[in-house]
């Protein structure tokens, strides 16, 4: 099973993107291709699922993607595809709030989910929502999650880095938001 393929975007198709990780190309199944940029590299976090004719990826961005994705296939009669849609067209947050509120409305809105299939994501998964972070933007958890990779891959460990993660600017480039993390960790 893969948690993560890290490698550079090689192509980008309608629904899905291709990584190219050390001269293999993966063809892992997005909610937005084209979030992704053509020769940049990225983490893309992976969801394999086996079926007896196809081996199928399903990347996501961001780790809290992932996790929401696990949570919504476990719901019975929604698939891997029926699941995918709700992360391009939805944000984390807006989905967690229209379970825990019970909005059948806003879950239907999403292809292929209907009454009862919205009904019964909302039996499943309200109350079970709490492992995603609250209050933070999607793209400050992706920068911290780079910024704490290259910070470990310095020799840090994580109990001194992470009360240093608030105190530095994520507008900044990585280069200087690292400049920044190596300071305040030589206090």
Not at 67 to 79: A, E, P, R, T
Not at 105 to 114: N, W
């Amino acid at each position: 099973m893969y948690d993560y393929i890290k490698g550079v975007i090689a192509n980008i198709k309608t629904n899905a993107i291709v990584v190219d990780c050390n001269g293999v190309g993966y063809l892992i199944y997005v909610s937005n291709p084209y979030a992704f940029e053509i020769g940049k590299t990225y983490k893309v976090y992976v969801y394999q699922q086996i079926q007896e004719d196809e081996h199928l990826l399903y990347g996501f961005k961001l780790q809290e993607e992932k996790d929401l994705f696990l949570k919504l296939i476990s719901v019975k009669g929604l698939g891997c595809k029926m699941a995918l849609p709700f992360l391009s067209t939805g944000s984390i947050q807006g989905i967690m709030d229209a379970i825990e509120r019970e909005n059948v409305l806003y879950l239907k809105k999403f292809p292929k989910i209907g009454d009862k299939l919205a009904k019964q994501i909302i039996l499943d998964l309200k109350g079970k929502l709490e492992f995603i972070g609250v209050g933070i933007s999607d793209d400050q958890v992706q920068t911290e999650s780079e910024l704490k990779d290259v910070l470990i891959g310095l020799g840090y460990k994580e109990k001194e880095i992470v009360p240093i993660l608030a105190k530095v600017d994520t507008s900044l480039k990585l280069e200087d938001q690292v400049k920044d993390a190596l300071k305040l960790l030589l206090r």
